[in-house]
């Protein structure tokens, strides 16, 4: 391994100053600043460097960490087949412990290469966003403010990208929120206004009755417990049926049950003189194996029906997006947002909203039936997103930031 030491004017001359004496293969050992000047101190592998020499006249390479990795691979793989070769010529009893050997090697070499990646990736990491901070402080500053939101990285960098130069702090975040606001998409409240057939479907435990409870309560307190119907095809989970016909009761309303998604249509044929029918379907899991032919049967149903997507906002931004692909098969027309009252962030949730252009129907921040639902308002959403993150004390320090815009997993050493 041979070390060096660089000294230049800025960043971008100690690293051409790296590539041009110890070429594309070099590893960026630490940076710093010297007086007025910025300091490089990078390493080289012989061996690896010698694999890797560009042909004389060449046009330098640009520093890629997984030439290393490759090289280190290449040695790894060539340091086995030398080991496993001998031990094969050799009597029975010998070659028998050879490959527990070579596998021995074979995994402490993995784990050699492993190590290099981290801290490569971790190095870069550094360099990247010290780089940014120092080049653009205002753009730093805003990923940094988005990320205490919990917006996910390719929407906070897009938002970033487009505050223009000469504003603010202050103007730049406000810009930065209107403009999510402005693109997250609303129905208005025309469930309760006008009607229709709407079929909730999402992940277990997403609150989906608790929707339905409240979306009912509200159509009777307005209109009466007339041209309403509540169907429940939930045939998993235990007392389903039961549950939707008490709340039929409780509320006067006539209540229906079907065992199989497959059998929606011929009931809504029968309801057709109903104004307003509430569909609760049965909560899935990921690895449900029935789920995909379900989600099938809704959305051939959509001649009829209207699906909503109901998330509950206190699962992770990660989760969130799960769903959002997972019952994308049902084609959701809407989206509910429920127990924003137990979200840790609702950056997750915009992000997702955003990049999937689901419009929003309502907001559930709790359990009363029916006063713990409103329509949803984009603005509405952000400013809870920035009350949450306020409250919850939400922090993006250095290290996360680095992580974040090379796209290296939380956790990953």
């Not at 990491?125 to 205490?148: F, G, H, I, V, Y």
């Not at 206004?193 to 909730?200: D, L, Q």
């Not at 969130?320 to 959701?332: C, Q, T």
């Not at 329509?375 to 939400?394: K, Q, Y």
Request: net charge positive.
């Amino acid at each position: 391994m041979r070390i060096q030491r660089y000294l230049a004017k800025d960043m971008r001359s100690a690293l051409a100053q790296v590539r041009e004496a110890m070429g594309p293969e070099a590893v960026i050992m630490s940076t710093g600043t010297v007086g007025d000047q910025v300091e490089v101190v990078a390493a080289i592998d012989v061996q690896i460097a010698q694999e890797f020499a560009a042909p004389r006249g060449a046009a330098p390479q640009v520093i890629q960490p997984e030439n290393i990795e490759r090289a280190a691979v290449r040695r790894a793989s060539s340091q086995l087949s030398e080991a496993l070769v001998p031990k094969a010529a050799l009597v029975v009893p010998a070659a028998a412990a050879a490959p527990v050997q070579a596998l021995a090697q074979h995994s402490e070499l993995a784990n050699e290469v492993k190590d290099m990646r981290r801290m490569l990736e971790a190095q870069l990491a550094t360099l990247a966003w010290n780089d940014m901070s120092r080049r653009s402080p205002l753009q730093a500053a805003m990923l940094k403010e988005l990320a205490q939101l919990g917006i996910t990285q390719d929407l906070a960098s897009s938002l970033a990208r487009k505050i223009p130069a000469n504003m603010n702090f202050s103007a730049a975040r406000r810009f930065a929120l209107a403009t999510i606001a402005r693109t997250v998409q609303v129905t208005g409240d025309r469930w309760l206004e006008t009607g229709g057939r709407i079929a909730f479907a999402g992940p277990a435990g997403a609150g989906k009755t608790t929707l339905l409870a409240k979306l009912a309560a509200r159509w009777v307190l307005r209109h009466g417990p007339r041209r309403i119907a509540l169907v429940s095809a939930d045939a998993v989970r235990i007392g389903a049926h039961e549950q939707m016909h008490m709340l039929g009761r409780l509320l006067g309303v006539t209540a229906h049950t079907i065992y199989d998604v497959a059998e929606l249509p011929e009931l809504l044929d029968a309801l057709s003189g109903q104004q307003l029918v509430l569909i609760d379907t049965a909560g899935a899991s990921p690895r449900d194996p029935d789920l995909a032919r379900r989600l099938r049967l809704l959305d051939q149903a959509k001649t009829h029906i209207e699906t909503s997507l109901v998330i509950p906002a206190s699962i992770q931004a990660g989760a969130i997006e799960e769903a959002m692909k997972l019952f994308a098969v049902a084609r959701p027309a809407s989206c509910v947002i429920t127990k924003v009252d137990e979200a840790v962030s609702l950056g997750g949730v915009l992000s997702a909203l955003v990049r999937h252009k689901l419009p929003v129907a309502y907001m559930s921040d709790g359990q009363r039936v029916p006063e713990d639902l409103q329509p949803a308002r984009a603005h509405t959403l952000v400013s809870r997103a920035v009350e949450i993150a306020s409250r919850n004390g939400a922090t993006a320090d250095d290290e996360v930031m680095q992580r974040r815009i090379t796209g290296v997993p939380h956790g990953r050493r």
